[in-house]
């Protein structure tokens, strides 16, 4: 059974960093994109950034320029490096895969998702 499993949240102060990573297993496909994205209480799940297992990358325009996407395909692990946190980056991180989504950045285009790994960033 295809599974996602993220790690590296915590509680961190405004303006540190931190590298969220989500490993997949027993994914059915070779090729695939795995995304980021978050929900806040209350809020909408907003996507971030995807990687293809060809290392093609695109971002969310929210977040371009403070987060970074990368993966270790030896590892089958998708990294996400987030710097100069604000207390507005608090929410449950998720990340999801699916061979061609429709929408990257739709939630609806993914059928595999992760349990989340929750990131709070104090003042």
């Known amino acids: 059974q295809a599974q996602l499993t993220e790690s590296g949240g915590g509680s961190v102060q405004a303006g540190e960093s931190l590298r969220l990573s989500c490993v997949a297993s027993?994914?059915?496909?070779?090729?695939?994109?795995i995304t980021w994205f978050r929900q806040a209480p209350g809020r909408a799940r907003e996507g971030l950034a995807t990687?293809?297992?060809?290392?093609?990358?695109y971002y969310a325009d929210s977040e371009k320029g403070r987060i970074t996407i990368s993966r270790d395909n030896t590892e089958n692990t998708v990294y996400l490096q987030m710097n100069s946190l604000k207390p507005e980056d608090t929410a449950m991180y998720l990340c999801?895969?699916?061979?061609?989504?429709?929408?990257?950045?739709?939630?609806?285009?993914?059928?595999?998702w992760g349990r989340g790994t929750q990131v709070t960033v104090s003042s």
């Open positions: 990687i293809h297992t060809d290392g093609r990358k």
């Open positions: 027993n994914y059915p496909y070779a090729d695939y994109y």
């Open positions: 999801a895969a699916d061979p061609s989504p429709w929408e990257f950045f739709y939630p609806g285009a993914y059928k595999i």
